[in-house]
């Protein structure tokens, strides 16, 4: 009964006249219902109808010879699904391998900007000349468009006239043949690297953030029992930043996972396998072969797969946090 | 507090380490900028051989890029706005009252935010087409498609993290509000926006900067009519000539205003984190 | 009470701010501009050295179309990148134009969209009957046996281009036969100065010569129900003999795996990077507009190996005229494209766009060189063959295409394909050609 009415958590609902035995809900009830009615209708059009709509594609023949008159495409049930997770076929060897370096990508992207942004955070923790030019300075990959800064990587990695190779070969003075960086297997140093430039500066943002939320006599508590200052970083930053970093890395896995626009931008329509992204993947999938429903149903697996891993942590870190 | 020599130099070595991979790409966006044609397309140099402003010039001309600057501009201010709004309201409702479908709204609400873009990007287009032939509102190819695409791309953080903000906003305050004979709205107006401003702000960067840099819907949903910077950008590379130069100048030109907002606004940025999403 | 209606006024001033914004876009250009009576839309695909190029050369005719008919026609042009996805999403969709350029490569697999209308006798009457256009050119316009849905546009040929100084310098003569080209082009080859240059990063280009080569071998690339053989040897050889230019024979920059579009070979060409460069007649503009001069260049059929199967020295390359099944001015549209393949604006529109005559009768004038003129119009009408007129073409382009752009960069990153490799990817490439029908 509380639940189904609305009151404002900290207001008695005066209701003066109500004498009846079942009160009639509280004036106003409906309040909050119109205040999410906005954000519902938006998130139902373009966050929710679509993705019922994309699984219910998943499930049909949606190529060429359909997708004009998409109402009339014929129910195939599962076969997209079976197609796609057919690893011995073409296409099912395609996903896997792309699933599996988006693997790769996201643990190397996630950990590293991690590792960045932390040491960041923690060398600008106390304070020192310049420190908040530098913390600005750090933000700028992060407030740059997305496809700006990977546009600018983009023209660095051109092999003949790229600074990378410039650097590295010209200034550094080591000998052998410039390497591609877009093409072939280099593409994946290519699409970490500058992913994690992309990514760092937000890892920072936020354990900076947590930081700041740390008393200062904590750590002269220790530093007066004699701690180094990793042991302090062990014992009293890590713990103390633990619930940002919950936050943090799932949304940095679920974002570097999902990206699209790194490689996109970096290699067009090159897609070098090496840096062959699965929504990348996905995305060449549909739109080159036109097969939609195909498309639809690689999707859907993403998803899956997705919400099976978020689960995972945020129940392991729920049981956790119980016990201690 | 003294600082410990190991401490220093852990703290000197990061700082420069990084600043280097921070600076490196901005450097060299911002030279290449203002080198002549024949510079980018030979072997790099780490300065021009020599200084033009041309670049900056020409660019204007190769795509129509002031087009793309007013669509962007429209656009992501737009969605702003509205994202905003809505997202004020909805996170009101989640921090100040408890009603059956709070939970399953904050659940699906950020949820969404796992969807695989590719996963709903033709179906949106589809369900835009139905509406235009059933209602008559044109959504594909034109702006408010896209504003109403991207404010609900960023509704999910922002109503997250300002209902985390109102959350620590004392609801005395909005009682002594409604002592003062205000309404519920009253109190969100009078009350709970002016000491959310931080948090506000915050938001409207995320919205801003999400909408700004979004590639993967505007390469599909745009047409001349509405292409915005992030698809328009691309069209340099598909000219006779790959002119690097006037690519860098682009997308300097077009970085500039939204690297400045967000750097001027960073601490409402922080703080609005700090109180929201790292509570 | 008051402040909720000044929050509600808020909100709907920034929802009118936005349509406002829009109203413009929305009227000048809307993608489904069938609605006026007067009035149809047409996407023209990249012909000249810019979109904005493209805008110039076409307006003046546009008008003289709305001049003849009072038809007013919105035009967009798309550039190639984008050309696909936006055919796609128009025919998902049904807002369309009412009339749209393809490449006579999709002609095919566009057409068993069913978005397209069928050119029946009658709308053939209409625009000006079948036989005024060249026969090689009209088999493109769609599968055999089926009313085509595209009608041809302009002209294109692959020809093989050879700087004239170069070669004269090193005392050679265009080669006749593809040994003399690799012997050729390895004489050119010396210090940061190549033979060839070829546009190795791009899937369609790719794929076209792989189906040019298989050709010369006297292979075929679909079996008679349209089941692909891609792994075929004669196709594989081919693509042998195309990867080798870079890999055993390096005659070409490695540089070029990064080469994503034609153009920058040709700019490689015109600069005087290299000697040779294979490309259709409308590189002749994006030369002459790098700065070579059109008299400093020749062109010969590309030639095949001695011996071989076939002679065929290109595929029939070129851009056709397709009208949406939807348009609801369907009569306008008919008139359109009337006017886009008569005589005077195809004279009109041939030399700006460097593309050949697809009429009967009508001579190139796309070149002030005779000699180039006739090379072209030679390869277009007796050494050209059309790629498959099969659904699943624009499969092959992007399987086949896409594996030989990995095969070129691992040649480039210091890695061998061997024949086996290339039937494995081969065999992928049928496999995912299936997946796809």
């Known amino acids: 009964m509380t639940a189904a009415t609305a009151t404002p958590t900290s207001n008695k609902p005066a209701t003066p006249g109500a004498k009846k035995p079942r009160r009639p809900r509280p004036s106003g009830w409906w309040l909050p219902y119109a205040l999410l009615a906005p954000a519902v209708v938006f998130e139902l059009v373009i966050h929710v109808i679509p993705m019922f709509t994309g699984i219910w594609m998943s499930f049909l023949k949606l190529t060429k010879a359909f997708i004009a008159n998409w109402g009339k495409a014929p129910v195939t049930g599962i076969k997209n699904y079976s197609v796609a997770l057919d690893f011995n076929g073409a296409v099912g060897a395609a996903l896997l391998q792309s699933f599996l370096i988006t693997c790769a990508f996201t643990v190397l992207v996630v950990g590293i900007s991690w590792i960045l942004g932390m040491a960041a955070a923690v060398a600008l923790q106390k304070e020192f000349w310049g420190r908040g030019f530098i913390r600005t300075l750090f933000l700028v990959p992060y407030a740059l468009p997305m496809y700006a800064g990977i546009i600018a990587w983009k023209f660095m990695l051109q092999k003949d006239t790229g600074a990378v190779n410039h650097f590295i070969f010209d200034n550094l003075g080591i000998g052998g043949d410039k390497p591609f960086w877009l093409i072939g297997n280099n593409a994946f140093a290519a699409v970490v690297v500058v992913a994690i430039w992309r990514l760092w500066p937000f890892a920072f943002l936020m354990l900076m953030a947590g930081l700041q939320s740390i008393p200062h006599d904590v750590y002269e508590a220790s530093a007066v029992d004699g701690a180094k200052p990793f042991r302090q970083w062990r014992s009293i930053t890590l713990p103390m930043v633990r619930p940002v970093n919950m936050v943090l890395i799932l949304v940095m896995f679920l974002w570097t996972f999902n990206d699209f626009n790194t490689p996109f931008v970096l290699f067009g329509n090159a897609q070098p396998p090496a840096g062959d992204l699965i929504s990348f993947h996905i995305y060449n999938a549909s739109f080159l072969t036109w097969n939609f429903g195909s498309g639809a149903a690689m999707s859907v697996l993403l998803l899956l797969f997705l919400l099976l891993v978020s689960g995972i942590y945020l129940s392991v870190l729920n049981r956790r946090s119980h016990r201690a | ?279 | 009470m008051k402040i909720r209606t000044l929050a509600a006024t808020a909100a709907i001033a920034a929802l009118a701010l936005t349509t406002a914004g829009c109203g413009g876009g929305n009227n000048a250009s809307s993608p489904s501009g069938s609605s006026g009576g007067g009035s149809i839309t047409y996407w023209a695909s990249n012909q000249g050295t810019s979109l904005d190029n493209d805008k110039q050369v076409l307006t003046p005719q546009l008008e003289k179309f709305t001049q003849q008919t009072g038809i007013k026609v919105n035009l967009e042009v798309i550039g190639w990148n984008d050309l696909q996805t936006r055919i796609q999403t128009a025919v998902t969709s049904g807002q369309a134009p009412d009339v749209v350029n393809i490449g006579n490569t999709w002609a095919a697999s566009l057409q068993s969209t069913q978005a397209f209308m069928p050119f029946d006798d009658a709308a053939m009457t209409a625009i000006g009957g079948k036989d005024k256009f060249v026969k090689t050119a009209m088999d493109t316009g769609g599968a055999p046996g089926q009313d085509p849905t595209s009608v041809p546009l302009y002209g294109l040929a692959y020809g093989l281009y050879y700087n004239k100084a170069m070669f004269s310098t090193a005392g050679l003569k265009p080669p006749t036969t593809w040994e003399e080209l690799v012997t050729d082009a390895k004489k050119l080859t010396s210090g940061d100065k190549y033979g060839f240059a070829l546009a190795a990063g791009s899937y369609t280009e790719n794929a076209h010569f792989a189906f040019i080569d298989a050709a010369q071998n006297g292979a075929e690339l679909f079996d008679g129900d349209g089941k692909p053989t891609f792994n075929s040897d004669g196709v594989v050889n081919g693509i042998k003999r195309y990867l080798d230019l870079m890999q055993t024979d390096k005659l070409v920059n490695i540089a070029n795996a990064q080469y994503d579009n034609g153009t920058k070979a040709v700019n490689d060409f015109a600069t005087g990077k290299v000697a040779m460069i294979l490309n259709q007649n409308n590189a002749d503009s994006s030369i002459v507009a790098n700065g070579m001069k059109s008299s400093a260049y020749g062109v010969v059929p590309f030639p095949a190996p001695e011996g071989s199967a076939s002679d065929v020295a290109s595929h029939v390359a070129g851009i056709n005229l397709s009208i949406f099944d939807n348009s609801k001015n369907k009569d306008a549209a008919l008139k359109f494209v009337k006017f886009m393949t008569s005589p005077e604006t195809q004279t009109a529109l041939d030399k700006p766009f460097s593309s050949l005559p697809v009429l009967n009768g009508a001579t190139p004038n796309f070149t002030d060189n005779p000699e180039e003129a006739k090379t072209f119009a030679d390869i277009y009408a007796t050494k050209s063959k059309p790629l498959p007129l099969v659904p699943a073409e624009d499969q092959f382009e992007s399987t086949v295409g896409k594996a030989m752009n990995q095969m070129f960069a691992k040649i480039a990153s210091g890695g061998t394909v061997s024949t086996d490799d290339i039937h494995n990817a081969m065999k992928t490439a049928e496999q995912q050609v299936a997946a796809a029908g």
């Not at chain 2, 020599?5 to 290449?32: C, D, E, G, H, Q």
Request: proline share 5%.
């Open chain 2, 1 to 279: 507090m003294h600082e410990t020599t190991p401490a220093k130099v852990f703290r000197i070595v990061v700082v420069a380490v990084l600043t280097v991979f921070t600076v490196v790409p901005v450097y060299v966006m911002i030279t290449s900028a203002m080198k002549p044609l024949s510079d980018v397309q030979g072997a790099f140099t780490w300065w021009p051989s020599t200084v033009t402003f041309a670049p900056f010039v020409d660019m204007w001309k190769t795509v129509p890029l002031a087009s793309y600057f007013v669509n962007s501009v429209i656009v992501a201010g737009a969605a702003t706005i509205l994202s905003l709004i809505i997202a004020v309201f909805a996170s009101f409702a989640i921090s100040r009252y408890r009603f059956l479908g709070r939970s399953v709204f904050s659940t699906t609400v950020l949820s969404t935010q796992m969807f695989p873009g590719v996963l709903f990007l033709l179906p949106l287009f589809l369900i835009f087409v139905n509406i235009n032939s059933t209602v008559g509102i044109q959504l594909v190819g034109t702006r408010l498609g896209l504003v109403i695409t991207y404010l609900t791309f960023s509704l999910p953080f922002s109503i997250w993290m300002l209902a985390g903000y109102f959350d620590g906003i004392p609801r005395e305050l909005d009682e002594a509000a409604k002592v003062d004979g205000c309404g519920p709205m009253g109190a969100l107006m009078r009350v709970v926006l002016p000491a959310a401003r931080p948090g506000l702000i915050a938001v409207a960067i995320y919205s801003f900067m999400t909408s700004w840099g979004e590639v993967l819907f505007a390469s599909v949903m745009t047409t001349d009519a509405n292409r915005t910077l992030a698809v328009g950008l691309q069209l340099y590379s598909t000219q006779t000539n790959v002119y690097w130069n006037q690519i860098m100048a682009a997308s300097l030109v077009v970085s500039v205003p939204v690297v400045i907002g967000f750097l001027l606004l960073q601490r409402n940025f922080v703080a609005g984190l700090t109180a929201g999403a790292v509570k």
